[in-house]
Structure formats: structure tokens, C-alpha cells
């Protein structure tokens, strides 16, 4: 039964199919300052009310990472909460929330959204009497923000004496259609409706199921998992279920098809055009029932009307499920030639995973982050997509055996909550930090590969003119080598990575995320190679090898804005720079941006009569560039000496 328990955990990591977490560290991971309360979280007691307590981050009880955070509440009654304010809000929108609770005492999740007239509706997420049988639980709940909302405070409480600790919080917008990145493995999973073949901890899980047509989290828990084979597609469900017995399961006594039973449903939009679908139903007793859907044709004799037509009861395809004490899975493999795929690194596939509970006199539908006015599964353009991710590119054999020594993973984690030393303009969608620091020294180079465009040469001497004044002697090369000796700065387009840094890249995550996010998405890693190198007082940071990889030059010119501000951030002073006593670090990291709006304006606030010309503005000050996504080079061509 251990397996149950591992999948309904890591629910907590399907960060990746959601839109990025909006709360800041929100695992609860790092006290910079040791007072007890994770970095970006406030404590707020209520000492008026007659509240008292004590925070800690705590080792040993956490629901993933490192730390959890403890509230030990001292007093009979008043909150005692830690809370976060001035996160941004989306007017008229719909959010999830959810956190992980385990407690012995009373205890509140809520957030409060604030309108432009500064009153605000509050919204409770989950409150309760301790969590059941003190053990971990997740609680999530929707809302929709008011038409004129412009923040939010987000709320963690204590409200009687004892001890509660939280972890993993998340405030994420809905209104997009969710992706996930589904790996292609070369060994298939046994198809028996048992989900403990180990091959299932390669995907990620997907949660939550919302109710169709009613914008809240769907009760009892649903976990659905998609991995790939060169020639399958495979789709696991995990059906949390309290009375199994109550579960209506008469398809074969009645002749009548499955979806009439207690079932899960997997629909495809295989060329991602919205017009059309498969649809695969699988019972708990594994009785099954399939049907194609085309997109709507004219029909050969003119005065009939475009109608859709359907295929039902597909073939080649197989299933297979379980039934436990407390809980149904599902596993479903479906071909990809029954679906007139060639599937490929990057192959985007509309997929809607539903689950329809039903008992004799009741029937609740649910389905993964699909959200709908309408009471019907088929809305293909409102359906979440998967990405697949080929079983090439993958690290070199030397590569691979210094990551497995120093026990770190080749692939890009889930999107990480940002800190507040990032005060970083556009704030970037994805960080993730190591414990670890990069020394840079006081000479270094750009390299950029042969066949470098305008713009990566107009970047790397921005970039040079930034490290120039912050103490850094930098030169260029048209060069893939990096040196040990010094602080090198690789700019590159995914295309044209030097040999010799591919082994200490995510080749295979780079490709799917440039082939979602477009061409003006960029990864920046700062710290790539082995440990020892830099600073005699930092024999434990990694060596100062700092690859920027964009999707095209653009993304290029897009991370290097990034990095500039990256390195003014940590900058020490310039009296200090050559003090052989005082390190230029930067936080090793990777970064992961692209822009969240396609179509974006120009807002200059200059002096005066605003007469200074774009080149000046773009030589100056070009992080007005970056922010609203402009190109220098293309607003030369249109205002050459234009006042702006």
C-alpha cells in the first residue's frame, strides 16, 4: 500500500502543469535572517485578542524539502498567523489556492483580496479542529477575484493552543489551460491497474480535479499521471473513493455503455485544432467504451448543413483497474498510431482527464484544471496540453557520473517560488536556488558562438559595459570553452550551445520549454561546472561559469537584461572589489522567464519634452526594452531620430 501513499504526497510537485506559484517561498525553505518565519511571510500576532505563539521552520516534519513551517501557539485564543500582502491580482479572475496542514489545534487558511477602494473580500480556504488523526492533509479551495480586485493577503492561522505546521502554499491562477511535461520512456509500464511499477515516479502527478460547472476543488481526491513510450501514450488514474460498494458498476448486467458507470474518461485533441477528440472511458471493473469525434465538414450534397461525424468503439487500445479498500485506479495505453501521430520532442497534445463518481441516486463530474461555464467534458479548447519530452539529449557519460556523485538531477525542477533578495524587473516566472554561491573573478569573458546576430553583439556589450562597472575586466570571444581560471559568460540561442557546455545543460527541458514559451524565452544558469574553483575563501562554490541559452536572439537580449540587474543586485562596492577579502557572488541559480503577454505597450517617462531618441534610450537605459518586450534594433528602423 506504499505507493498510495507517495502518490497522493506528491501532489504537492504539479507545480509545472499549473501557472507559476504567485506566493513567495512558498515551501517554506529558506530563513536568511534566523528569526524563525520563512523568508517573505510576516508574523502577525494578535496580542490584543490575547494571542501568543512562537515560529520555527522545522526539519523533521514537512510534506517535501527541507523545512516546513511550525506555529506553536502558547495561548487559549487570538490568531496567530503568518501572511504574505501586496501580491498582485487579476480582476474578475479565478484562483487556486491550497496548502498542506498538520495540526493539533485550530487552524484557518485565508486569503483576502484587496479592491482599488481598499475594502476587500475575505475568502476561507479550509479552518478546523486539527487535521485528521494529526497526520498531513492538503486543502485547496477556488475563488474568483472581484471586478475591480488589485491584491491579495494571503493567511496561515493558529487560533487556539497547540501546534500546526504549513507547507507547500500555492496561489495560482486558472484562467489558461494548464501544460505538463509528459516524458518519453523506453520502458513501458505493466498494464494491470496496479500503480507501483516504479516507472510512474517519472511523471508528474496532476491535481487538482475541479467540478465541472462549478469552479471548486472536486472531493475525494483525484491523481492523474501521463507518461509516453516511441509508441504509446500511457495514462494512469488514482481515485481516492471512502465506499466502494456505493460505486454504481451495472455496465455488464445492463448492457449499457461504461460511461454510465462510475468511470474515468481521457479525452484527445491530437493535432491540438480544437474541432475534434478521442474519447476513452474505463470503468473500476475495466470494462471499456471509446469514440472518435471529427470536426465538422460539409456534406457531399449541398443543402445539408456542416455536421460533426463519429467513430464509436475504436480498437487497439487497452485498460486495465483496480479496486482497494479506499481508493480505484485505472491504467489506459493508447497507441499513438490510433491516434495518426508520429509523436516527436515538443509534440503538443490536448488531453482533458476526467473522472465521473457515481452512485445509485448521486453523480459528481470532475476533471483536471478544466474549467468550463458548461456541463460537458468536450470543450477541446478549453483542454489542458501535454508536452512530450524525447528520450534524447540527455547528458553525456561523464556528465552523468559527476551528477550522480554530487546527487543532483540533469532536468529542470518544478517552477520555484521566488526570495527577496530577486528584486528582479520583470519578475522572472521560474527560480531555482542552490545552497551553494558562484565567485566570479575579477577578469572574465563573454563568449558567443560563431555566427552571432546584431542584436547578441549589441547585448554582449551592454553586458560588458555592466561588468565593467561593476569591477569586472571583460572581453570577448567567439569561443564554445569555457575556462577554469576565470568567470566566463556563454550567450547563446538553443541552436548554436557549444559542445563542450551541452553535458552541463537540460538539453531535453530547454527544447520543450522553448517550444511552449516561444521565441523570446531564455534559461539562465549561473554556476555549471565542477566544485573548488574561485575564491580561496569559497572552496565549496562552484566554478564561475555563468550560459545563458535563449530561444532565439531575442530570448537572448531578454535574459541578459536579467543578468545585468542580476549582477548590480549582488555587486559589492567598488572600493572592495579588488580586496582580495571580499568575494563577487552571485546565488547559484537557474532561471527560467519568457514573456506572459504576447501584445505589449510603450511607456517612456522621460524629462522635459520627452526629446530624448530611442538609440539613446536603448543605449542607456535599455531595461525599458526589456520590460515590454521591444527590440532596440527594430525600433532603430522605425525611429531612426525620432523623438520619443
Not at 254 to 273: K, N, T, W
Request: glycine residues 8%; positive net charge; proline residues 7%.
Amino acid at each position: 500500500m506504499r505507493w498510495i501513499w507517495v502518490w497522493v504526497l506528491t501532489i504537492a510537485s504539479v507545480v509545472g502543469a499549473l501557472e507559476p506559484n504567485l506566493l513567495t517561498n512558498g515551501g517554506m525553505e529558506m530563513d536568511a535572517n534566523c528569526d524563525g518565519l520563512a523568508d517573505g511571510w510576516m508574523a502577525e500576532v494578535h496580542r490584543q485578542e490575547g494571542g501568543e505563539g512562537l515560529f520555527a521552520l522545522d526539519p523533521q516534519v514537512k510534506v517535501k524539502g527541507k523545512f516546513s513551517q511550525r506555529i506553536v501557539h502558547t495561548s487559549e485564543r487570538g490568531w496567530v498567523r503568518a501572511s504574505q500582502m501586496d501580491i498582485p491580482a487579476q480582476p474578475h479572475a479565478r484562483y487556486l489556492f491550497r496548502c498542506w496542514v498538520k495540526a493539533d489545534c485550530r487552524f484557518l487558511l485565508i486569503v483576502y483580496a484587496f479592491r482599488n477602494s481598499d475594502r476587500y473580500d475575505t475568502f476561507v480556504i479550509a479552518q478546523g479542529m486539527g487535521t485528521t488523526g494529526g497526520e498531513w492533509q492538503l486543502f485547496s479551495g477556488i475563488f474568483r477575484t472581484p471586478a475591480n480586485a488589485r491584491s491579495f493577503k494571503v493567511s496561515l492561522i493558529t487560533d487556539s493552543k497547540g501546534t500546526a505546521w504549513f507547507d507547500e502554499a500555492e496561489l495560482i491562477l486558472l484562467e489558461r489551460p494548464p501544460y505538463a511535461l509528459v516524458p518519453v520512456v523506453k520502458e513501458a509500464p505493466k498494464l494491470d491497474g496496479d500503480l507501483s511499477d516504479p516507472i510512474w515516479q517519472r511523471a508528474e502527478p496532476l491535481t487538482p480535479f475541479i467540478a465541472l460547472g462549478m469552479e471548486k476543488v472536486a472531493e475525494p481526491v483525484t491523481v492523474a499521471k501521463v507518461l509516453a513510450t516511441p509508441t504509446h501514450l500511457f495514462v494512469a488514474f488514482w481515485c481516492a473513493e471512502p465506499n466502494p460498494k456505493a460505486m454504481r458498476l451495472r455496465t455488464q448486467e445492463s448492457g449499457e455503455p461504461a460511461y454510465r458507470d462510475e468511470c474515468v474518461e481521457v479525452y484527445l485533441d491530437p493535432e491540438h485544432r480544437h474541432d475534434g477528440f478521442y474519447q476513452f472511458v474505463v470503468t473500476p471493473k475495466g470494462n471499456r467504451w471509446s469514440q472518435r469525434i471529427t470536426s465538422a465538414r460539409w456534406a457531399q450534397v449541398w443543402w445539408l448543413l456542416p455536421r460533426p461525424t463519429w467513430q464509436i468503439g475504436l480498437d487497439n487500445w487497452q485498460a486495465a483497474a483496480r479496486i482497494g479498500e479506499n481508493f480505484w485506479s485505472a491504467e489506459i495505453a493508447i497507441p499513438f498510431p490510433l491516434l495518426g501521430l508520429s509523436p516527436k520532442t515538443g509534440t503538443t497534445i490536448g488531453i482533458n482527464l476526467c473522472r465521473s463518481r457515481k452512485g445509485e441516486q448521486t453523480e459528481q463530474n470532475s476533471a483536471f484544471a478544466y474549467l468550463t461555464t458548461q456541463p460537458t467534458f468536450q470543450r477541446p479548447e478549453r483542454f489542458p496540453h501535454i508536452l512530450l519530452q524525447g528520450i534524447g539529449d540527455m547528458v553525456g557519460a561523464a556528465s552523468a557520473a559527476k551528477i550522480r556523485k554530487e546527487k543532483t538531477k540533469p532536468w529542470i525542477a518544478s517552477p520555484q517560488t521566488l526570495v527577496p533578495n530577486f528584486s528582479i524587473v520583470p519578475k522572472p516566472q521560474r527560480i531555482l536556488l542552490r545552497d551553494q554561491k558562484v565567485v566570479l573573478t575579477t577578469q572574465a569573458k563573454i563568449v558567443l558562438p560563431s555566427g552571432a546576430t546584431a542584436l547578441e553583439r549589441v547585448v554582449a556589450e551592454l553586458l560588458m559595459d555592466t561588468l565593467r562597472k561593476v569591477g569586472i575586466l571583460a572581453g570577448r570571444e567567439t569561443s564554445g570553452d569555457i575556462a577554469e581560471s576565470r568567470s566566463d559568460f556563454v550567450l547563446t540561442t538553443f541552436d548554436r550551445i557549444p559542445v563542450s557546455v551541452r553535458p552541463l545543460l537540460p538539453l531535453r527541458d530547454l527544447r520543450t520549454f522553448f517550444a511552449q514559451r516561444g521565441e523570446e524565452a531564455y534559461g539562465l544558469f549561473v554556476g555549471t561546472g565542477g566544485k573548488g574553483k574561485g575564491h580561496k575563501k569559497a572552496r565549496n562554490s562552484l566554478s564561475a561559469s555563468i550560459v545563458l541559452v535563449g530561444a532565439s536572439a531575442k530570448g537572448v537580449f531578454n535574459g541578459v537584461q536579467t543578468l545585468r540587474q542580476l549582477l548590480w543586485l549582488n555587486a559589492p562596492p567598488l572600493e572592495a572589489v579588488t580586496d582580495e577579502r571580499v568575494a563577487f557572488t552571485l546565488p547559484a541559480c537557474e532561471i527560467w522567464d519568457y514573456p506572459d503577454l504576447k501584445l505589449r505597450g510603450w511607456h517612456i517617462i522621460a524629462p522635459l519634452r520627452h526629446e530624448f531618441f530611442v538609440s539613446h534610450l536603448a543605449a542607456t537605459q535599455p531595461h525599458y526594452f526589456e520590460c515590454t518586450g521591444s527590440e532596440p534594433l527594430e525600433a532603430f528602423k522605425l525611429f531612426p531620430q525620432r523623438p520619443f
